[in-house]
């Protein structure tokens, strides 16, 4: 720990590929960092975006809904 750096655990779908086509894995476990500075409180069970293993914003459905839509809409694009 740093000042208000934390380690906190997240489970997330890494980005896999296989015979060509891409997916999203099976969900693993990652340590990420988390600057209270710059997010003053996260709760067990927030969906959160992640840059360079750093927590960057905590997401809301709308947000989460989007991101789901478009990274499908990206990965159908990629199996062409």
């Given at each position: 720990k740093t000042e208000n750096i934390y380690e906190v655990i997240i489970e997330y779908q890494p980005l896999q590929e296989r015979k060509k086509k891409y997916s999203l894995g099976k969900p693993v476990h990652k340590v990420v960092f988390w600057n209270k500075k710059f997010i003053p409180e996260i709760k067990m069970g927030n969906r959160v975006a992640i840059h360079w293993n750093h927590i960057v914003q905590i997401l809301s459905t709308k947000d989460l809904v989007n991101l789901k839509k478009?990274?499908?809409i990206t990965l159908?694009?990629?199996?062409?």
């Open positions: 478009y990274t499908q159908d694009s990629l199996d062409r």
